[in-house]
């Protein structure tokens, strides 16, 4: 089994994005990063509540792959739904920059003033790719 | 209500966690930049699980283990059994 330590995974990611950032013909191949384009969803549902607390949990629905995932506010949300979706598809963190960060999948402005709106305790928005810029 | 009262700890659910993945064909691994992805040769995708925060939610912890559940190879009260 693998090391699941958080921590150690921080570390691991940290350094492989670091070495990447300054060597990227050694870690990041364009080859690679058209494959992992092709292979992220391109319709995205999430239908999310609010708990008591204040934490948002989302049931996200990215092409037929059902999962979940939860944030403390409305950004950090955001932030970890794009991760969820990274880490279903298998993408490395060191490509995930390249393909757009953590910001990839970005709702509607009238949708992101609902997630922001903490009287709202539960609604739906879907998720478009975000165009990169070159 | 679903079958996990309260939010799960993250030392809590990684210990048992741990144990999951000497059970059966579940495999767990680190992806994403926060997450753990608990795998099963039955799933087309793995089932992520985010450890950014010091809880886990009892909502994901449910769908965790109705998945977990449907491969067979756990029952949920075994699943229960190893998270507390």
Known sequence: ?134 | MGEFPNDLKRKKFLHGIKKLATIGRFEIKTGGNHQLEIKHPNWKRPFPIPFKHNIVKKNIMDGLLKIVAQTGEITSEEFKKLMF
């Open chain 1, 1 to 134: 089994m693998n090391d699941i330590s958080p921590i150690k995974y921080k570390f691991k990611i940290a350094k492989t994005k670091l070495l990447a950032y300054f060597f990227p013909q050694k870690y990041i191949f364009q080859e690679a990063l058209d494959c992992f384009k092709e292979r992220l969803p391109k319709n995205v549902e999430v239908v999310w509540e609010r708990d008591a607390d204040g934490f948002i949990v989302g049931n996200i629905n990215a092409d037929g792959d059902k999962f979940m995932t939860q944030g403390k506010n409305a950004k950090d949300f955001i932030k970890m739904v794009n991760d969820a979706i990274y880490a279903v598809y298998d993408i490395p963190p060191e490509y995930i920059s390249k393909l757009g960060g953590e910001t990839k999948y970005y709702p509607k402005p009238s949708q992101l003033a609902l997630l922001k709106d903490k009287s709202i305790k539960e609604a739906s928005f879907g998720l478009t790719k975000q165009l990169q810029v070159a």
